[in-house]
């Protein structure tokens, strides 16, 4: 098991967008395997690989009885129901607010062979894919919670043990929220 230890909020690799992947090498396999192992052990549903510190286009994911990865995401909406509910990050450790998201989407990429894959997802595996692919872009979840909400949210990660005092800027997401998101 290779479990490598998962960026805090905070840390500017999680607001960094990371590169396309474009060598579907040996390298990439590692990562890979890195990813899934560390999402593993911490009980997640999904890592990005800027969450552990490495600016690529690459997560994994094990959600609603599916499970996998994908290199260079993208997503594309299926109809225009949305869903609220709980979401949490494992770069915010033990906590986790309401924050809307598309209820079914449709993802592509690919393996880290180079193979092309497609995921479909609704309720946990959509809100999985698309938190997952925006900590491609540089975005945390809280970048789309409501102004209140964010703030609360803002006010209890201050007071969290693993807190180390850096404060970075929370921005708006780039993404439409009923829109293409890739």
């Known amino acids: 098991m290779t479990v490598q230890p998962i960026r805090l909020f905070g840390d500017p690799v999680l607001r960094t967008p990371a590169a396309e992947v474009t060598d579907f090498d040996k390298e990439l396999r590692t990562l890979v395997k ?40 993208t997503w594309d909406v299926v109809g225009e129901e949305m869903q609220e509910g709980p979401e949490g990050c494992l770069s915010i450790p033990g906590m986790s607010w309401d ?6 989407v449709v993802a592509k990429g690919w393996n880290m062979h180079g193979e092309p894959v497609e995921v479909e997802g609704t309720e946990t595996l959509a809100r999985c894919i698309q938190h997952e692919t925006d900590h491609l872009d540089g975005v945390l979840f809280l970048d789309r919670l409501d102004t209140e909400t964010r703030k609360q949210a803002m006010r209890e990660i201050r007071q969290a043990e693993w807190f180390d005092g850096t404060v970075p800027t929370l921005k708006q997401s780039p993404h439409p929220l009923f829109g293409r998101s890739s």
């Not at 890592?47 to 094990?62: D, E, I, N, S």
């Not at 924050?99 to 079914?104: P, S, T």
């Open 34 to 73: 890195d990813l899934w192992d560390s999402m593993q052990d911490a009980g997640g549903a999904g890592l990005a690989a800027p969450q552990l510190g490495v600016g690529l286009r690459v997560f994994t994911y094990h959600c609603d009885g599916f499970a996998g990865h994908l290199v260079n995401p």
């Open 99 to 104: 924050c809307k998201r598309h209820l079914h």
